[in-house]
């Protein structure tokens, strides 16, 4: 059986999609934490200026989330090396949300 075939077979899509949304929900939090400190916004940013970070950026945390997940699965049962892809994962999402951010606020909270 080759690796892929392993992978395909493990694939828990509950717990996949739950990352998922748990990564989307960070991301929805934490560019709603921007988005709604806007009282007065530039009148060349648009009238739909909000959309585009309310898209971006939760669907850069269900990506991350899915990273976790994906590492995870390669990982196996535990020791050092679940630890380091943790570690590892983390860092992915914040560095993923952070470039979702500069995406979703380009050419208007990020000058």
């Known amino acids: 059986m080759t690796q892929k075939n392993i992978l395909t077979q493990n694939i828990d899509s509950a717990a996949l999609t739950k990352r998922m949304l748990l990564g989307a929900g960070m991301g929805l939090i934490v560019i709603l ?8 916004p530039h009148v060349e940013w648009g009238k739909f200026w909000m959309v585009r970070p309310l898209l971006v950026v939760p669907f850069a945390g269900a990506v991350g989330g899915a990273f976790h997940y994906y590492v995870n ?3 196996g049962n535990g020791g050092w090396k679940k630890v380091l892809a943790n570690v590892i994962s983390f860092v992915v999402f914040v560095i993923g949300l952070w470039m979702g951010i500069v995406l979703g606020l380009v050419g208007t909270l990020w000058h």
Do not use: C, I
């Open 33 to 40: 934490s921007f988005v709604l400190q806007v009282r007065h």
């Open 73 to 75: 699965l390669l990982t």
